[in-house]
């Protein structure tokens, strides 16, 4: 069936770097844009970053761009997203996504309309 598993949260000090992997299972994962939303308790989710799957290009929300990596491993199946320079606010429930497409500029990263998503994997930051 259809997966996306997440992994590589957990508990970081501000200014701290995690590295997250989404393991991709039944799907041909180069024909999707994938990426990365989160979701704060009692916040609504917010797209984090989008890899495009046609040209490659990636979109990141304002919030997390400069200290976010995302990239994608075709071969693998797998997803990845590299964050340094937590910050406190960061503290959310990550999940791994797919959709068609990316959001076409990097203000529309906060409401991508990913169609796919994992369960999510924690990332608290705190002293």
């Known amino acids: 069936q259809e997966q996306l598993v997440e992994s590589g949260g957990g508990l970081v000090q501000p200014g701290g770097s995690l590295r997250l992997s989404c393991a991709a299972s039944?799907?041909?994962?180069?024909?999707?844009?994938v990426g990365w939303f989160r979701q704060a308790p009692g916040k609504a989710r917010e797209g984090v970053v989008c890899?495009?799957?046609?040209?490659?290009?990636?979109y990141y929300a304002d919030s997390v761009k400069g200290r976010f990596t995302a990239s994608r491993d075709n071969v693998k199946y797998t997803v990845y997203l590299q964050m340094d320079s937590l910050k406190p606010e960061d503290t959310a429930v990550y999940y791994c996504?797919?959709?068609?497409?990316?959001?076409?500029?990097?203000?529309?990263?906060?409401?991508?309309?990913?169609?796919?998503w994992g369960q999510g994997t924690q990332v608290t930051v705190s002293s």
């Open positions: 890899i495009s799957s046609s040209d490659g290009n990636t």
């Open positions: 039944g799907f041909a994962l180069d024909y999707y844009a």
């Open positions: 996504a797919i959709g068609l497409t990316c959001p076409s500029s990097d203000y529309d990263v906060p409401r991508w309309p990913y169609d796919y």
